[in-house]
């Protein structure tokens, strides 16, 4: 079993930074770069430790619309390439996922909603999906330097067969201005913890539940207009897995590390 890239990711951050004052349609390029270690312990079943290791790099354009009560968010999957020693990557799936087009909504707190895809049952484009719930900071209208404040929020992971929630508890700190490709932003540390649980569902092992707790840290730039200028977000979660085969949870271990870089 192998929990896609990226779709924890979101565990580390809360979603959303809040749209402000009207603005024009913007599409922006995004280079994502995730990494998923996951650590399973089968000694419960008889089985070794097992180890499965993936990278996903994806190049996205995500476009931004002002609507009614928000903001609508639209992101086409430019190109995909992922490298892994997961015995079940489906082949072409990176290929597949070149065109697909995301789409979702995002509320006046600034949380990313009604997320869907075109491809649904494709596990790269699952964990890009994954990874645009912690791609917008939540940003507080006119933080300055030292600003401190604290979101709670539940996400909910998709992907085929996910049907997972977290519940998290995110302490922001607002930094110095930064620039990023001369677009003007402040930087925005943050701090959390998750409470995982759910279920997932797996060829082999039938239906799987899933409890568990979970930390991050993520440091990011924004742009005077909301725009995500750049960040990266590292988590790290402590999961216990429930298989009918077993007869104690199973521990699991999952890293992750996300970097976004704008492209010009």
Known sequence: MFLHA????????????????????????????????????????????????QTLDAWITMTLTDSAGGRVVHVVVDSARVVTDNPQAVPGEQEAAKGAVIHG???????????????????????????????????????????????????????????????????????AAESVEGAPGIRVDATSTATVGGSLSNPQAGTIE?????????????????????????????LKLTVAMAPAPLPLKVVQSLVVTLLK
Not at 32 to 52: C, F, I, M, R, Y
Not at 113 to 132: D, H, P
Not at 211 to 222: D, L
């Open 210 to 238: 899933v409890a568990g707790v979970g930390t991050g840290t993520g440091t990011f730039v924004v742009g005077r207009d909301g725009r995500l200028l750049g960040g990266k977000v590292n988590s790290s979660q402590e």
């Open 105 to 175: 909504f995002q509320d006046p707190a600034g949380r990313v909603k009604n997320l869907t895809s075109s491809l649904k049952a494709n596990t790269v484009v699952a964990s890009i999906q994954g990874a645009l719930n912690g791609l917008f900071p939540r940003v507080r209208a006119n933080a300055k330097a030292g600003d401190r404040w604290v979101d709670t929020t539940e996400v909910a992971n998709p992907g085929e067969g996910n049907n997972t929630t977290a519940t998290l508890i995110t302490a922001y700190n607002a930094g």
């Open 6 to 53: 990226t779709v924890l990711l979101a565990l580390a951050l809360g979603a959303g930074a809040g749209p402000g004052a009207p603005r024009a349609a913007s599409a922006t390029k995004y280079h994502l770069a995730a990494v998923s270690e996951n650590t399973l312990d089968l000694s419960g079943v008889g089985g070794p430790t097992q180890v499965t290791n």
